[in-house]
C-alpha cells in the first residue's frame, strides 16, 4: 500500500521533487543539475500531509501536532506562504489524511473521521469560501486500508474521484463533481475471498487498469482487471505463489501498459495492451532497492503513472525502471498460467462461496455472542434470586 508519508512530484521543469514526513518535520529534496538530492525543511510540528499541484502552484496541506490546519502554497518549491484554516485547538485534524482539490474561489477536501464510542469511520467532504467552513457533508461509512486510509486523484478541473474500502473484502470508487457538489454512485472495483494487501490503479484514456495482490491462507495472487466504460472485465490471476508479494504498480510506458509487483523481494513485470493481452512473466533485472516503499506520484501533465517506488535507504530516492528484463527460466513454477473461461468461472465461484461462508461465519458469532449475554443476563438474576431468598430455621 502507498505510504502516506512520503511523496514524488514531477515538476514543470521534468524533474522529481520528494516530500517526506519524519519525525513530525516536512521535508523537501529537490533534484539538482548534478543529479543530488538537496533536503529542507518546510515546516515542523507536523502530523500528517497532502500534497497536490494547481495551475502555476503546488500546495501542501498539513494538520499540525497542536490542532491547527495550515495550508501552504509555492511556486518554486522555495518559497512558501502557509496559511491557517483552523486554529489550535482542534484535536480532529492530529493525523488526519486528506485529499484535497483547489480551485479559484473555493477549497474542496476529503477526509476520514473515526468514531471511537461505535468504531466506525466516516469519509467526509468540507468546503472553504469566502473566508470560511461550509458544514461538513458525510459521503460515506468505510474501512482504512492500511498506509493511506483512502486514495483521491483528480480527473478534471472539476471532477476527482476516491477509492477506499467500503466492506471488508471489497474496495470501491466513487466519482464526485465538485460545483455544484454532485456525489456519483459507488463502483466496486476489487472483490475477493482474502484480504487485499495492495492494489494499483491507472485512469488512461477511457480505461481503468487496476492491479492488486490478493492473500488467502496458503497462497499469494497478483491479479489483473481493466475497467471501460461502466464494465469491469474479469479478473486475470498473472502470479500465484505461497511466497510473500507487495509493491504492485501500474505505469504506462510509450503506448504500453506495464504491471509490475514484487515476489519474494524480486521486480516482475507483465506488458499488458488494450486491456486484454497479456504478456509473459518477465523479471527486471534494473537496479532495484532493497529496502523499498511505494508512495503517491503526483503532477505530471500527461500522467503516465500515479504512484512511485522509493528506495528508503537512499532517502527515498525513486527507483528509475529501464526495460532490462528476462524472461524466467521456469516460469510454469511460478506464473500463473494464461486464465480461461473455465478458470475464471471458478475463481469467481471460489471467491462467491469465501463471501458467503465468512457472512455466515459473522453471523454464527453474532447469534452466538446474543445467546451468552442472554444466558449472562439469566445467572446474574438467578444468583440474585438466591441471595434474597430468607433462610429457613431447622431448630424445632
Not at 518546510?42 to 502530523?47: D, F, K, L, Y
Not at 483552523?86 to 476529503?110: E, V
Amino acid at each position: 500500500m502507498q505510504n502516506p508519508n512520503v511523496k514524488y512530484l514531477k515538476t514543470p521543469q521534468g524533474d522529481i521533487a520528494i516530500f517526506s514526513l519524519e519525525h513530525n518535520r516536512l521535508w523537501c529534496r529537490r533534484q539538482t543539475s548534478d543529479g543530488r538530492y538537496t533536503p529542507f525543511c518546510i515546516a515542523e510540528g507536523v502530523s500528517a500531509f497532502s500534497l497536490c499541484q494547481y495551475e502555476s502552484y503546488t500546495y501542501l496541506l498539513y494538520p499540525t501536532t497542536d490542532g491547527r490546519l495550515i495550508l501552504s502554497a509555492s511556486s518554486d518549491l522555495m518559497q512558501w506562504e502557509p496559511r491557517p484554516l483552523w486554529h489550535a485547538g482542534d484535536k480532529r485534524w492530529q493525523n488526519t489524511y486528506c485529499f484535497m482539490a483547489p480551485q479559484k474561489d473555493a477549497f474542496h477536501l476529503f477526509y476520514g473521521v473515526s468514531q471511537p464510542q461505535s468504531g466506525n469511520h466516516i469519509l467526509e467532504y468540507a468546503l472553504f469560501q469566502k473566508g470560511q467552513w461550509q458544514p461538513p457533508y458525510q459521503i460515506d461509512h468505510f474501512l482504512p486500508l492500511p498506509g493511506a486510509p483512502f486514495l483521491g486523484r483528480r480527473l478534471g478541473e472539476n471532477h476527482v474521484i476516491l477509492y477506499y474500502r467500503s466492506h471488508r473484502s471489497t474496495i470501491s470508487a466513487r466519482e464526485i463533481l465538485l460545483s455544484p457538489f454532485t456525489l456519483g454512485s459507488l463502483s466496486p472495483l476489487i472483490q475477493t475471498g482474502g484480504t487485499c494487501t495492495d492494489f494499483s490503479i491507472l485512469e488512461d484514456n477511457q480505461q481503468m487498469h487496476i492491479l492488486y495482490l490478493s492473500r488467502n491462507l496458503f497462497r499469494n495472487q497478483v491479479v489483473y482487471r481493466c475497467k471501460q466504460g461502466s464494465a469491469v472485465g474479469r479478473p486475470f490471476v498473472l502470479w500465484e505463489s505461497g511466497s510473500a508479494c507487495d509493491h504492485c504498480l501500474v505505469y504506462r510506458q510509450q503506448d504500453k501498459i506495464i504491471l509490475f509487483w514484487c515476489a519474494n523481494g524480486l521486480p516482475m513485470r507483465c506488458i499488458c495492451e488494450n486491456g486484454t493481452s497479456i504478456g509473459p512473466v518477465e523479471r527486471c533485472t534494473f537496479p532495484f532497492p532493497l529496502q523499498s516503499l511505494k508512495g503517491e506520484f503526483i503532477g505530471a501533465s500527461d500522467p503516465f503513472a500515479s504512484e512511485a517506488i522509493g528506495d528508503r535507504q537512499n532517502n527515498f530516492h525513486p527507483a528509475i525502471f529501464s526495460e532490462n528484463t528476462q524472461p524466467l527460466s521456469q516460469p510454469q513454477l511460478y506464473a500463473a498460467s494464461a486464465p480461461s473461461q473455465v478458470r475464471e468461472e471458478k475463481n469467481d465461484e471460489l471467491e462467491e462461496l469465501r463471501t458467503l461462508l465468512s457472512q455466515r461465519s459473522e453471523e454464527i458469532s453474532a447469534v452466538n455472542a446474543k445467546w451468552k449475554a442472554q444466558v449472562d443476563a439469566l445467572q446474574e438474576r438467578l444468583a440474585a434470586y438466591e441471595k434474597s431468598e430468607p433462610i429457613e430455621n431447622d431448630t424445632p
